[in-house]
């Protein structure tokens, strides 16, 4: 069974730092791509980073600059997401998506529960 679990929210300060993780277990492999999303109260989830199989990234404009995905690629196949100068706007839940493509056959998604970053002062 794959499991995605997600750790390192919490609450920072704005202009502060958070590290998040995501790590994945099971079956994941191989993966497409590996990216993090982001929910806050009464808006649609929306794409925060992603990072493919070749390494490529994909950031929302609005994070260029001060997040950045990146992937541990041993056999713990962790997804990370380094968040600085936070910005009370950064607050959300954030979750952890991992595609899957094995061959001949459609992409199967996976998601994280997710974790909560508060940025308060």
């Known amino acids: 069974q794959v499991q995605l679990v997600e750790s390192g929210g919490g609450l920072a300060q704005p202009g502060g730092s958070l590290r998040l993780s995501c790590a994945a277990s099971g079956p994941i492999f191989p993966i497409r791509s590996m990216g993090w999303y982001r929910q806050a109260p009464g808006k649609q989830r929306e794409l925060v980073a992603a990072?493919?199989?070749?390494?490529?990234?994909?950031y929302a404009d609005s994070v260029k600059g001060r997040f950045t995905i990146s992937r541990d690629n041993s056999a713990k196949n962790t997804l990370y997401l380094q968040m600085n100068n936070l910005k009370s706007e950064d607050t959300a839940v954030y979750y952890c998506k991992v595609v899957q493509q094995l061959l001949a056959s459609l992409p199967t998604t996976y998601w994280g529960q997710g974790t909560q970053v508060t940025v308060s002062s």
């Open positions: 990072i493919s199989s070749t390494s490529t990234t994909n």
